[in-house]
């Protein structure tokens, strides 16, 4: 029972706290298991009630753009700044560098940029910046003559897709292998010596809806 000195409603400050412990919990908690980890875990180790969560963030996106969208901004920062680089390759090497490193020790995070959720605009707007990013990196860098030109948006796409995998299955004993096979993918990248591909590339539809598929 409360007492007299409890207040009957929670208080602005107290809704506050309230949500910046869901962020808090919900972070560690999608960074360990990905995107679907139990929200009522989530609730119960912040010591709230999951109707509680739901009224700060009535859906599981609600909940994950709160908790990635800091981290995403701060990477579109620096995605900004390795497009500013005077040198197109080094801007182009940096970038994929800060794409995988961002993925790298936060699971959930990896789930977030490698999926669409086409019903939150929010998301569509965030992913859609990431993608015009890594087009003018892409395009800076074609221009220049130093990355193959039928490489595409996809391709990029495909090496998070990649990383994501490679740092979930060497996390815990190896948590650094993802540089090599960034590395290994950014010699294949440069324009010089380059084959023929076998397969054409995804088409826009194409990458959307496989993006889209994994938040199903």
């Known amino acids: 029972m409360p007492s007299a000195a409890d207040p009957p409603f929670p208080t602005r400050r107290d809704a506050r706290r309230n949500r910046d412990l869901f962020i808090e919990y919900a972070q560690a908690a999608f960074a360990e298991l990905g995107v679907d980890a139990s929200l009522e875990q989530i609730a119960r180790d912040a010591g709230l009630a999951i109707g509680t969560l739901y009224r700060h963030f009535p859906t599981r996106v609600d909940l994950l753009v709160a908790a990635f969208e800091p981290k995403l901004r701060e990477f579109l920062d620096s995605a900004e700044d390795a497009l500013a680089m005077d040198d197109p390759w080094e801007g182009f090497c940096t970038f994929l560098e800060v794409l995988c490193r961002t993925q790298a020790g936060d699971r959930g995070f990896n789930d977030f940029i490698s999926m669409r959720f086409p019903a939150d605009e929010r998301t569509e707007s965030l992913h859609n910046r990431l993608c015009e990013l890594t087009t ?37 004993a190896a948590p650094q292998a993802w540089r090599r096979h960034l590395h290994l993918m950014i010699d294949g990248f440069q324009a010089a010596g380059r084959r023929e591909l076998p397969e054409p590339p995804l088409t826009e539809e194409q990458l959307y809806q496989a993006m889209a598929h994994l938040s199903e």
């Open 136 to 172: 003018d990196v892409l395009a800076r860098a074609q221009t220049a003559g130093v990355v193959r030109p039928d490489v595409t948006e996809a391709d990029i796409i495909s090496l998070i897709w990649a990383n994501s995998r490679i740092i979930e299955a060497t996390s815990h």
